[in-house]
């Protein structure tokens, strides 16, 4: 591996609440549940610290090493698309001994829009490779983009039955498409809340008494689970509140606690509450054997969605290191890093066959037993371009 992926943190330790229930023997099934996700909370903390470290670490080699690469290789490319123009051009460079049929100005034109094409998707401010690219294109690239445009469109507006008319070109097409359906579908939902709005008004215009309809079950227990979790902080708080600690000392150290637990209650994060719970000896290892039952299943519904918060978060930090490089197979650090150094290998070979590559166009036999082996399509981009 290239370097240390955790060497700017240490690995994160067992939370103390994950070493308590790992000594105790939970019996109850919500004790036992309880327990199963104390386990998953802690790895999957622990896993989200890895992947947030490591990509810090990824985007360090790819500002580092791929992408001064990649402007090397579109510095070469770019090379070799002014080679040929030079070499077609009435008046440019002359090659002895080469005369170019129309057969080989049709290859080396079809190669030379190819490149193009892909060094303007690159680098589209690239005037004067966009003036060079419409000389020889049937179409300008403007044109070609306005016809492009307008295809895309008329597919949207069928796919999804909107009116994509008022898309002016600027932006993405897909993001704007979907600004409309959200809009689209935001109408709808007002006029169906707006009936349903006229029904219950009818309706309670019929009945003697006005009664606010009862919670759902899931709704008193959303509501339940978070009485639960303000209760352990406002039990934090009461006991770390700042202001009614005299000693200098200990009034700090209550605020750096006071600080997390703050942000634990943002951020819905029960297992750090009751981890700074046992941490100032709040509770005690037999705390959760004790627990009344309907608390335990309250504890037990914050906890499961705080597993499923987690498991987003590290969803995103995949996403976030997969938008950043081509790589295939198990995702652990230790697999992207071999598929890195072997993406920075072969970009390095890249750039080395195509300087290699321009540097012998200039000898005319060369060039001209290229143009023979080129196929009439002239697509030939596994190598040298």
Known sequence: MNGDVSEEKGERQPTQMTEVVVQKSFVGKSQREFKKLIHQIDGKKQLLQQWQEYRTHHRRRVVDEILPLQREIHSARREVVLF????????????????????????????????????????????????????????????VKNLELNEDRLILEELFGVDLSDY?????????????????????????????????????????????????????????????????????????????????????????IMQKVNQAYADNDLLTLLNL???????????????????????????????????????????????????FGALTPERIEQEFDAEVEHLRALVVQIRRDLEEFSDPTILRRWLRELPDHGYFFEEPF
Do not use: W
């Open 84 to 143: 040929i123009h030079d070499i077609l051009r009435p008046g440019g460079r002359k090659l002895p001994g080469l005369r170019l049929g129309k057969v080989q100005q049709r290859k080396l034109i079809h190669v030379l829009l190819n490149l193009a094409d892909g060094l303007l998707d690159e680098a589209p401010e690239d005037q004067e490779l966009e003036g060079i690219h419409d000389e020889y294109a049937a179409l300008c690239r403007e044109e």
């Open 168 to 256: 002016k070109g600027e932006g993405d097409l897909m993001h704007f498409a979907r600004q409309k359906i959200h809009q689209q579908q935001q109408a709808d939902e007002e006029k169906r809340a707006a009936r349903r709005q006229k029904k219950k008004s009818a309706r309670s215009a019929k009945q003697d008494s006005e009664e606010q309809p009862s919670l759902s079950r899931k709704e008193q227990e959303a509501q339940a689970a978070s009485l639960s979790v303000k209760e352990v902080y406002r039990k934090l708080a009461s006991s770390l509140h700042p202001d009614r600690e005299k000693d200098p000392v200990a009034r700090v150290r209550k605020t750096e």
């Open 277 to 327: 719970q046992l941490e100032i000896e709040q509770i005690d290892s037999d705390h959760i054997l004790t627990l009344p039952e309907e608390r335990l299943r309250n504890y037990i519904r914050v906890l499961r969605a705080q597993l499923a918060e987690l498991e987003q978060e590290i969803q995103g930090e995949l996403r976030a290191i997969l938008d950043t490089g081509p790589y």
